[in-house]
């Protein structure tokens, strides 16, 4: 499997994931990987009452697992 496909496998259960937690393992270049699956079609959430700061493609909001304020994803 590619990084891509890896990425859209764990954004599938559309959950918020920490992109230092959850993707970062799969590729330091998750960015550009996302920005990709945007144009592909892929829309993204960009909203939460947690959040701190909002995205084209995500938000910021406190992850729970490095206890860090950090970029998340989640598809819609």
Do not use: P
């Amino acid at each position: 499997m590619s990084k891509k496909e890896d990425i859209k496998n764990v954004l599938n259960d559309k959950q918020w994931h920490c992109v230092i937690c959850d993707l970062n393992h799969i590729s330091s270049q998750s960015a550009a990987i996302v920005r990709d699956l945007a144009k592909q079609g892929a829309k993204f959430c960009n909203s939460d009452q947690n959040m701190v700061r909002q995205y084209k493609n995500g938000i910021s909001m406190f992850c729970n697992k490095c206890h860090k304020v950090t970029t998340h994803r989640k598809l819609e």
